[in-house]
C-alpha cells in the first residue's frame, strides 16, 4: 500500500454518497478498516469537513478526528459540569480550506500581526506558528502534503490577522490542484441518495 499513490487509494476505497442539506456528503472505507467522511459544498464544491476513523488493536470503532473544518463538539454528560473547563477565551485552532489554499485559523489571539512567526520547518515536515511574546505556540503538518509525499515550500506560505483570528494559508500545489479535480470528478459519478434518511455508512 506504500507505493500506492493517495489518489489510487482514493479510487479504490468503498464509497457512499449522500446529497443532503445543499452538501455532497462521501463516506470512505479504506482496505485497511480507516474510514474517512468528505463533505462538500454543492454550489463551490468546496471542501467543507474531513474526518477520520480509526479501528482500536482490539476492533472497536475509535472517535471521528476532525482533519478539515469545525471542531467536534458534543453535549457534556451531566457528571462533567462540575469539572474545570477549558477557557472560552483560549485559541482554538482549525483547519479551512479554500479552493486553492489549504487555510488555518486560531481564534482568539488578540496579538499585533507583527508578533507572529509562521514559518516552514522542513526537517520536521510542519509548519510552526509562534509569537514573539512567547504567548502561543503551535506545530501542525499538512497531512495532504504528507499523504502525497510532496515537499514543503516556505514561499507557499503567507498569513494574516484581523479580528483576533490569525489565518494561516499555504498555495496548494498543482498537484494536489490536479488530484482534487481527478477525485471530484469521480465523486460527482456517484449515485448519491437525496433524502436524509439514509445514514452515510458503508458496510
Known amino acids: 500500500m506504500a507505493d500506492e499513490s493517495w489518489l489510487d487509494i482514493l479510487k479504490s476505497s468503498k464509497k457512499t454518497a449522500l446529497i443532503h442539506d445543499g452538501k455532497r456528503k462521501i463516506h470512505f472505507l479504506f482496505t485497511d478498516g480507516k474510514e474517512m467522511t468528505e463533505e462538500y459544498d454543492l454550489k ?8 477520520w ?14 482533519e478539515v473544518g469545525e471542531p467536534l463538539s458534543g453535549p457534556v454528560p451531566s457528571s462533567d459540569l462540575e469539572v474545570i473547563k477549558e477557557n472560552c477565551s483560549n485559541p482554538v ?58 515537499p514543503l ?33 469521480e465523486l460527482k459519478q456517484l449515485k448519491g441518495t437525496g433524502g436524509g434518511d439514509v445514514d452515510c455508512k458503508t458496510q
Open 53 to 66: 476513523r480509526h479501528k482500536s488493536t482490539l476492533g472497536a470503532q475509535g472517535q471521528w478526528e476532525v
Open 153 to 185: 515550500d516556505n514561499s507557499a506560505l503567507s498569513f494574516t490577522h484581523a479580528n483576533n483570528t490569525l489565518i494561516v494559508s499555504y498555495k496548494k500545489p498543482k498537484e494536489i490542484l490536479t488530484l482534487e479535480q481527478e477525485l471530484l470528478k
Open 93 to 150: 485552532f482549525l483547519r479551512k480550506d479554500t479552493k486553492t489554499s489549504f487555510q488555518w485559523r486560531v481564534r482568539n489571539l488578540p496579538f499585533p500581526k507583527d508578533v507572529f512567526s509562521v514559518f516552514v520547518e522542513p526537517s520536521d515536515r510542519c509548519v510552526i506558528i509562534k509569537t514573539l511574546n512567547k504567548k502561543y505556540y503551535k506545530k501542525f503538518s499538512i497531512t495532504d502534503l504528507d499523504r502525497s509525499q510532496l
Open 44 to 51: 463551490t464544491d468546496e471542501l467543507i469537513v474531513r474526518k
